[in-house]
């Protein structure tokens, strides 16, 4: 084992060789003798002890202290002060270069043996430790997500390269500054800043994971960039939080996979529907057709014109139910949460489902009695139970049974515990349940990956669920699993209760009595047959309608027209000019027109923000003649300046 180096620095060579004599009689070595600071500095580069025995007051121009300021700026070399000066000035002084020991002389053997102990064993933990966090820190850096560390008052104490290149800042510009400065976040689904994963961390002291939130990272450039990120406290012995860890990861390229991989399913789903329903469209198109040959015959009478009428609406009716359900699994579209009684959507879609299922599965639907309203997008819901519905007929190959089942729920805060971000309250549950093949565990554990395929390869979709567990998410609920091999599986869904509506009024219902109207409508469509149709039906309520087939017949008109043109209704993708272009023509020429948007199409157009801003007036087609006018008569009736988003 190597002995110890200990240089002696005294000015007193006496005193020095005594020292000097009693080190070696410890067992030391003494690899030089120093009698001033200059000297001192000089032979402590060049034989680099383990310890320097310092004096303070030496001869010469450097002090013993200004020798170790010297020495310590170069060398991590441990230094313990042997003095005869403890005046407060000179104590200051020596304390500022961050000695290892302190001894004031005279001293004995055995003392001065005790301090250079302490000092070589507590200079070792310190290199260990300092070791460990250059380890640490270069794992820290190395690693490819981003690293953020606070103190307790979330000022930033570290960050790593890859969190410097996400947020804009450097370790340098980031240190001391408050977390919340260098680290803005927002849901990109929402305008204006959140409040800092640190801020609640630091506040509850409790690890949060934002994976599943939709945040956007805000750059000090002003890039923005989606992000997931779990926050936790750090505490020290005593359980007290002495500052947090961040951990957050750019997902701009797995946002972009997931959604090309959610288009994907859908359209896959398409393609099993399509042939499903062919035959009950082709079905429906024959009812139509032979009654309208039977309306065109002469040989008919009065009464049976109306019942043959009456057959094409129901047809007509049923193909629009039947295309609306195709959509929600294909288009992106402008989606509003509303008030929703499961039950009542559950039965609206039952006779998909039931083309899904086949003939091997029996579909059991148990609806909840007096079952609550949810606040939930119909379409999203659609889709949630469609992807459910299918993943359980690919579970079941052979046949088997798949219950649908609703019923409330109330959980109080004991239960409500058990359940991550469940609240307690009152819920509304959806159970999907087949008696299928079941899953394992490890591939419950992965099941909301997006890209987790229990499927053979070539055959597309997966389970597809990361879809239906963000739906659930977004609409403030829960989504449980339970399932094994050969047991089947069951999804519990938990949607929280919102008021329901009131007695003489439904969900997305309009008791407002159908009113003739006198205003001049200005009517947009480049299909000469719709336009045809949307003016008769308005006529026939009374307005007076002006028709044009695109944006510049329309300018036209308004130039024109001397009356006042009280509702612009026109269709939003058009040749020429787009429907949002032509309203702000037209609202700029005519302040007081008010405008009502149509349009089946279902691509992007219908996603861009002027479309989705508060206030605008939109409707799907197709319509009827009363959805029309009421629709109309809204928008005619609403406030100036406030205007409802007709839908």
Excluded at 241 to 246: D, E, K, N, R, S
Excluded at 334 to 351: D, E, F, S
Excluded at 611 to 633: H, I, N, S, W, Y
């Amino acid at each position: 084992m190597t002995r110890p180096q200990i240089m002696v620095v005294e000015d007193e060579s006496i005193v020095a060789e005594d020292m000097k004599a009693m080190l070696e009689g410890f067992g030391y070595t003494v690899p030089a003798v120093a009698f001033s600071g200059e000297e001192a500095v000089k032979k402590a580069f060049d034989t680099h002890p383990d310890l320097v025995l310092m004096d303070i007051v030496l001869k010469g121009q450097m002090s013993g202290v200004e020798a170790v300021e010297h020495i310590r700026s170069r060398c991590n070399i441990p230094v313990v002060y042997v003095t005869a000066y403890a005046d407060e000035k000179t104590v200051r002084r020596a304390k500022a270069t961050e000695p290892f020991g302190y001894i004031l002389k005279p001293f004995d053997a055995r003392e001065l043996q005790t301090a250079i102990e302490i000092a070589l064993y507590k200079h070792q933990m310190e290199k260990k430790l300092y070791e460990s966090e250059q380890r640490l820190s270069m794992t820290l850096r190395s690693i490819d997500d981003a690293i953020i560390t606070t103190d307790s008052r979330g000022r930033v104490t570290f960050m790593n390269p890859r969190a410097e290149a996400l947020t804009g800042w450097s370790q340098d510009e980031g240190l001391g500054r408050h977390a919340t400065e260098v680290l803005q976040v927002r849901r990109d689904t929402a305008e204006g800043l959140l409040e800092g994963p640190f801020v609640k961390v630091l506040r509850e002291g409790v690890a949060i994971n934002l994976a599943d939130h939709n945040l956007c990272l805000m750059a000090r450039d002003g890039t923005e960039r989606p992000i997931d990120n779990t926050a936790v406290p750090l505490r020290d012995d005593h359980g007290n939080i002495i500052g947090a860890v961040l951990v957050f990861r750019d997902i701009t390229e797995r946002r972009q996979s997931q959604e090309h991989l959610v288009q994907a399913e859908k359209m896959n789903a398409i393609g099993r529907l399509a042939g499903r329903m062919a035959h009950d469209f082709n079905n429906l198109l024959t009812v139509i057709s032979v009654y309208t040959d039977l309306l065109l015959s002469r040989r008919n009478r009065h009464n049976q014109l109306e019942r043959y009428a009456g057959e094409i609406k129901k047809a007509v009716d049923n193909a629009t139910t039947l295309t609306s359900q195709l959509l929600t699994l294909s288009r992106k579209q402008l989606l509003q949460p509303r008030m929703v009684n499961l039950n009542a959507a559950i039965a609206k879609l039952g006779p998909t489902l039931q083309q899904m299922t086949g003939q091997t599965i029996e579909l059991v639907i148990v609806p909840g009695p007096e079952l609550g309203y949810v606040n939930v997008d119909p379409i999203q819901l659609d889709q949630v139970l469609v992807t459910l519905v299918m993943n359980a007929c690919d579970a079941m190959p052979l046949g088997g049974t798949l219950t649908i089942e609703t019923a409330n729920i109330d959980w109080d805060e004991r239960r409500a515990h058990r359940y991550p971000s469940l609240q307690a309250g009152s819920y509304v549950l959806l159970a999907v349940r087949d008696t299928g093949s079941g899953m394992d565990a490890n591939t419950r554990a992965r099941l909301f990956e997006p890209f987790l395929s229990t499927k053979s390869r070539g055959r597309g979709r997966g389970l597809g669920l990361s879809t239906v567990y963000g739906v659930v998410s977004q609409s403030g609920g829960y989504i449980e699993v339970d399932s094994a091999l050969e047991r089947g599986t069951v999804f519990n869904i938990y949607l929280p209760q919102v008021e329901p509506p009131s007695a003489t009024q439904k969900p997305g219902a309009s008791t407002a009595k159908l009113q003739q109207g006198l205003e001049t409508v200005l009517i947009v469509e480049n299909e000469d047959e719709v336009r045809a149709a949307v003016g008769a039906s308005l006529e026939m309520h009374g307005y007076t309608v002006l028709e044009a087939c695109h944006g510049k017949e329309a300018m036209m008109i308004c130039r024109r027209h001397e009356g006042p043109i009280h509702l612009l209704l026109t269709d939003v993708v058009m040749p020429q000019m787009t429907g949002p272009e032509l309203a702000q023509r037209v609202c700029s020429l005519r302040p007081e027109t008010k405008v009502l948007y149509v349009s089946g199409d279902t691509s992007e157009a219908l996603h861009r923000r002027h479309l989705m801003e508060p206030g605008t007036a939109f409707l799907q087609k197709p319509f009827t003649p009363d959805t029309l006018a009421r629709r109309v008569r809204a928008v005619l009736d609403a406030p100036p300046h406030r205007r409802s988003l007709v839908r």
